[in-house]
């Protein structure tokens, strides 16, 4: 297939077309319009000027006779651009008049020409040179013929010249159209060639490719930024799902382990204490597979947005009071203290079981990570309003995260843990991510302590968009 016909088969081409052919027609209608109605203008004036001459004349013949209406006409012939004056004879022999010979049958009947008619008017050069008018023949009373008319070489010139202006006009348009036209189908094609060969690198497998934006915010742009957040939607979808197929693999194989070993090992237990035993740690494992299962499941519903019709107007500082209040007693176990600063009457559009959930997570990590470091033993719960959102932070003051790791514990299973001797899955900070994505929010992890290299601690900080007004 031709390049030609590549760029035919676009729509855009197509439509230009279509309009390229509209504006032909109708400037040609134009032209066919203007060009009559000047032609039939200037003819009314032409008739209405030899209507008045005409009258001018006979009041010249009542007054003066014969040699009155003479001395009219020769003075008017000899004035510049003059109508056609001529007397003839009954027979139509020309007797006087600024004419060489007129058209055969002219004189024969009184009143207007039906038809523009032919006749020689004298050169310069003394050659007669043919030219058409209209005239208006008058009878007298002796029966000679006076014939007063006007040449039709002005309108058929001014038709001539408003023609040749509206075809000339015509055709530069047309050719600029055509430029436009071929440009635009020239840069549409090579755009649509770039967002195909794009393409063919993302169906091959490349999701890290993304569709041309030329920055001109047309069509195009728009739709290749959503088709480009569309791509980057599922590229982090299906990292996220190679990143868990690994994780559960490794994650799971051990206590899968486990549990198949304390299954043998209760089999083989002589007493039925041990068995009992050895029982009830299997359920306690059984049930902590369950809850990594329950926490996956709720970050792909989270993720997928299958959540968001639940949003209502909450109480962001009630929620964070009374999720500070039900660990407490969790922190004064684990030998700390958790402060509070919570603003009044924080109200926003979200999901409160989901929220609750991700400031649960927070202080779980906070007491889990920090209980047993050098560090203050204490947790410190914030809720302010900044200008750049609501922010709810949980800061603790044990050994912290390293900013090149921070990205990483975002990511499910991922523990900094590595002898995984702390109980968790590795889905806290997942979950409150994602729980942020379906508000529309951000997370951010930070030092709580910057500058210390002991007991820096870290701060994560879960911000909400601004209410609207």
Excluded at 182 to 202: C, V
């Amino acid at each position: 297939m031709t390049r030609f016909h590549v760029v035919f088969k676009s729509t855009a081409v197509r439509l230009s077309a279509l309009y390229i052919v509209l504006f032909a027609l109708c400037a040609a209608f134009l032209v066919f319009y203007v060009t009559a109605l000047s032609e039939r203008i200037l003819s009314q004036q032409t008739r209405e000027t030899l209507e008045q001459e005409v009258a001018d004349v006979q009041r010249s013949y009542n007054r003066g006779g014969l040699n009155g209406m003479l001395r009219l006409m020769e003075r008017r012939a000899r004035q510049p651009g003059a109508n056609l004056y001529v007397i003839a004879s009954p027979s139509g022999e020309i007797l006087a008049g600024n004419v060489a010979s007129v058209q055969p049958g002219v004189f024969d009947e009184e009143g207007w020409t039906p038809l523009p008619f032919q006749y020689e008017r004298y050169s310069e050069s003394g050659s007669p040179v043919p030219h058409l008018a209209n005239a208006h023949v008058i009878v007298l009373d002796n029966g000679l013929r006076v014939l007063i008319g006007r040449d039709l070489g002005e309108p058929q010139k001014l038709r001539l010249l408003v023609r040749r202006a509206l075809m000339v006009a015509l055709g530069v348009m047309g050719l600029g159209a055509l430029v436009i036209w071929f440009g635009i189908g020239r840069n549409a094609l090579r755009r649509i060639d770039r967002m195909s060969a794009a393409s063919t690198k993302i169906m091959a497998g490349d999701l890290s490719q993304r569709l041309p934006v030329g920055g001109s915010g047309d069509e195009f742009d728009r739709m290749s930024e959503s088709l480009n957040a569309m791509l980057g939607r599922i590229e982090k979808l299906n990292e996220g799902l190679r990143q868990v197929s690994d994780n559960i693999a490794h994650d799971l194989k051990t206590p899968l382990t486990r549990l198949r070993n304390k299954a043998a090992d209760a089999l083989d237990q002589p007493s039925e204490d041990a068995r009992r035993a050895g029982l009830e740690g299997i359920i306690a494992e059984s049930d902590q597979l369950i809850r990594t299962f329950n926490a996956l499941l709720m970050i792909s519903r989270v993720e997928a947005g299958s959540v968001a019709a639940e949003m209502s107007d909450v109480d962001l500082s009630g929620i964070v009071t009374d999720s500070a209040e039900l660990y407490e007693p969790v922190a004064e176990e684990a030998g700390m203290v958790l402060t509070t600063e919570i603003a009044d009457g924080v109200i926003i559009q979200g999901n409160r079981e989901l929220i609750g959930q991700a400031i649960f997570n927070l202080v779980d990590n906070a007491v889990k990570y920090s209980a047993d470091c050098a560090g203050e033993p204490r947790i410190d719960v914030k809720l302010m309003r900044r200008d750049d959102g609501i922010c709810i932070s949980v800061a603790d003051h044990g050994p912290g995260i390293p900013a090149d790791r921070r990205e990483d514990v975002i990511k499910r299973f991922v523990r900094l843990d590595e002898s995984r001797s702390k109980p968790g899955t590795g889905l806290g900070l997942s979950l409150v991510e994602a729980v942020m994505e379906l508000h529309s929010g951000r997370l951010e992890l930070g030092d709580t302590n910057p500058g210390r290299e002991q007991g820096r601690g870290l701060t994560v900080t879960m911000i909400f968009p601004q209410p609207a007004a």
